[in-house]
């Protein structure tokens, strides 16, 4: 049998074991991580550059979502077109586009 002894911690960090713990005991808890931040760095996942992602690359990545963004919008404003959907202004009717709230809907006109 193990020998216990009591731990005093701030009321804060005893909730924040409770929030977080799930069905493990406290101690249990605790042991899982110590042994998750304390094991051997030999054996500890080793973090690539390939895992992160570069400031141009997340650029590059921003200009082709506009790009999908506009052809989107294209293909719907001529598809609404077709149906007989003439593209309004700030009425609420046809088609409408908010950039700011990047929302896009098309309505058919009563």
């Known amino acids: 049998m193990s020998d216990k002894r009591m731990l005093i911690l701030p009321s804060e960090t005893v909730?924040?074991?409770?929030?977080?713990?799930g069905d493990m005991t406290q101690s249990d808890f605790l042991d899982f991580l110590m042994d998750i931040q304390l094991k051997p760095e030999s054996n500890k996942q080793k973090v690539d550059?390939?895992?992160?992602?570069?400031?141009?690359?997340?650029?590059?990545?921003?200009?082709?979502?506009?790009?999908l963004l506009r052809n989107f919008i294209e293909f719907f404003t001529s598809y609404a077109i077709e149906l007989g959907i003439q593209p309004t202004s700030k009425d609420g009717l046809g088609i409408a586009f908010k950039e700011d709230e990047g929302t896009f809907t098309i309505r058919k006109p009563d």
């Open 49 to 67: 550059k390939e895992d992160f992602v570069t400031r141009e690359e997340l650029k590059e990545f921003e200009r082709t979502m506009k790009v």
């Open 15 to 21: 909730k924040r074991i409770d929030d977080n713990r």
